[in-house]
C-alpha cells in the first residue's frame, strides 16, 4: 500500500522549460491536492480536484495546468517554468476535504 | 475568507522542556483545526485535530491542543519534547465548502 506517490523527487529545469509532475494514490479518495511549500509561507493550494472529472483553482493557480486523469491519478504541468516556481510540491488526497494525506514532494529548481 | 497565523517562525527548546507552538486563526463560520507535522524530507502528517465536543484534544506523540473560541486560538502543547520532536509544524483550518487553509509553519528545535 503505498499511500500517495509523487514523481520526481528532484527536478532542475531551465527557465522556459515545460514538465509535468505526477501524482498517484491507491486510497481510493475522491478529493486531490496540489499544493507549493515556500519557506516562511506555509503549503498554498494550487489547484484541487474535489472528485473524477472536475478541477478548480486554488490560491496561486497562475502559470499552472492540472489533469485529473482518472480517480488514481492527478498531474500538474508547467508550461513555461519561471524562477518563481522553484519551490516544493505536495500532492494531497482526501476523502473530503479535512483529513489530508500527503505524498513526499517534489524538490523543483528553475534556474 | 479564513486566515491561520503562527506567531512564531522558529522555537528553540532544550530536550525534556515544555512547548507550546502558537496558532490564531481568523473565520466568519465555524471551523475545524488541525495540526500536521512536517519531519526533514518528508510530507505532512496529521497530529491532531478539533472538529468539536471537548476543547482539549490529545493527539498523536504525546502532543494536545486547546480550542479557545474566544481567542481564535488553537496553541499546540507537549510538556516533555524529545530530540525527535524537531520538525516544522503547521496549523490548518478548514470549513466546509472550502479549502484547508495553512499557517506559515512553527520550526521546532530541539536541543540536547
Known amino acids: 500500500n503505498a499511500g500517495v506517490t509523487q514523481t520526481p523527487k528532484f527536478q532542475v529545469l531551465k527557465t522556459g522549460q515545460s514538465m509535468t509532475l505526477q501524482c498517484a494514490q491507491d486510497?481510493?479518495?475522491?478529493?486531490m491536492y496540489w499544493y507549493r511549500q515556500d519557506p516562511g509561507m506555509g503549503l498554498r493550494l494550487i489547484y484541487y480536484s474535489a472528485s473524477e472529472g472536475t478541477t478548480d483553482k486554488g490560491e496561486v493557480p497562475n502559470g499552472y495546468n492540472v489533469s485529473r486523469l482518472n480517480k488514481r491519478e492527478f498531474s500538474l504541468r508547467l508550461e513555461s517554468a519561471a524562477p518563481s516556481q522553484t519551490s516544493v510540491y505536495f500532492c494531497?488526497?482526501?476523502?473530503?476535504?479535512?483529513?489530508?494525506?500527503f505524498g513526499s514532494g517534489t524538490q523543483l529548481s528553475v534556474l | 475568507a479564513q486566515s491561520v497565523t503562527q506567531l512564531d517562525s522558529q522555537v528553540p527548546v532544550f530536550e525534556e522542556a515544555p512547548v507550546e507552538l502558537r496558532c490564531n486563526y481568523s473565520s466568519s463560520v465555524s471551523v475545524y483545526l488541525f495540526w500536521y507535522v512536517q519531519y526533514p524530507n518528508q510530507g505532512l502528517q496529521l497530529l491532531l485535530k478539533y472538529l468539536s465536543g471537548s476543547t482539549l484534544v490529545k493527539g498523536i506523540n504525546g502532543f494536545e491542543a486547546e480550542f479557545n473560541k474566544s481567542q481564535t486560538s488553537f496553541h499546540l502543547r507537549k510538556p516533555s519534547v524529545h530530540i525527535s520532536d524537531t520538525a516544522e509544524y503547521f496549523c490548518a483550518v478548514y470549513n466546509a465548502g472550502n479549502m484547508l487553509t495553512f499557517g506559515g509553519g512553527t520550526r521546532l528545535m530541539v536541543k540536547p
Open positions: 494531497a488526497t482526501a476523502w473530503g476535504g479535512e483529513k489530508l494525506f
Open positions: 486510497m481510493n479518495h475522491n478529493s
